[in-house]
């Protein structure tokens, strides 16, 4: 994978957006592979396909791209709040490539893939309307909280203009395609929000006593359940059916 960006791409466009809409899309269209079936090849929708920008004739996965010179922060800023949350319900809703470059050397410094298994609602903030004197007067955006999401949902093809082994990343992928068998994005909610417990304990292998530690922050989460202890014993057993962790006995885990 060659990270230069190509100069040439860009020469007749003046606008700043359009020359990285131009220059981070042409890369994406040689230089990535679907990381669903490692299909060297990505196909690049025409320009007034509403939502996705790539698919794959492979697998028929569909990818948006997100670029930006700073690196992402806690939050992404998208567009509109209900259509963003009507896309959550749909089969068809892509995943989310985001990508950020450097400017002077012209090179790509972090491509990553959000599987759209850990697109849920509680991840999606209801930014403030706009002012009655905007051209889009009252229009509610909103914001993707990537601090919300575990570091799972994070797959790195680069990271810190490092790339990523192909197979490494197919793997790392296949490994939460389970999440998918919850049709409703708001059932995933409870076992992303378990999965973040588990990678902030960093470690291998825990205990339930240890994920425990963490049932004030998710009734905060879930105001509605007066039983999370319960609830945390039902995901940690998801994760283990479906191949994430390994029960240890005597109430402890490994990450598989």
């Known amino acids: 994978m060659n990270l230069d960006l190509d100069k040439r791409a860009v020469e007749s466009y003046k606008s700043s957006s359009q020359r990285a809409r131009v220059l981070t899309e042409a890369w994406v269209n040689k230089e990535a592979y679907c990381p669903n079936c490692g299909n060297a090849r990505l196909t690049?929708?025409?320009?007034?396909?509403?939502?996705?920008?790539?698919?794959?004739?492979?697998?028929?996965?569909?990818?948006?791209?997100?670029?930006k010179k700073d690196s992402f922060g806690a939050k992404i800023v998208d567009g509109d709040y209900q259509a963003m949350l009507k896309r959550l319900a749909d089969v068809h809703n892509p995943n989310f490539f985001l990508l950020n470059y450097d400017l002077c050397s012209y090179q790509v410094l972090n491509f990553f893939v959000i599987p759209k298994h850990f697109f849920v609602p509680e991840i999606i903030e209801e930014r403030k309307p706009l002012s009655i004197d905007a051209e889009r007067a009252e229009w509610i955006g909103c914001n993707i909280l990537l601090s919300r999401m575990p570091e799972a949902g994070r797959i790195f093809l680069v990271k810190d203009g490092q790339v990523k082994p192909k197979e490494d990343v197919c793997a790392v992928w296949q490994k939460t395609l389970f999440l998918r068998e919850k049709k409703k994005a708001e059932s995933r909610g409870w076992i992303l929000d378990v999965m973040r417990c588990i990678e902030a304990v960093r470690k291998k292998e825990f205990t339930l006593a240890d994920i425990y530690k963490f049932e004030s922050i998710l009734f905060e989460q879930h105001p509605d359940n007066r039983h999370i202890k319960d609830k945390i014993r039902q995901q940690l057993q998801i994760l283990r059916d479906k191949g994430y962790l390994v029960f240890l006995g005597k109430g402890r885990y490994g990450l598989a």
């Open 44 to 67: 690049k929708y025409s320009n007034n396909k509403p939502v996705a920008d790539f698919f794959c004739r492979s697998c028929n996965e569909d990818f948006e791209l997100k670029s």
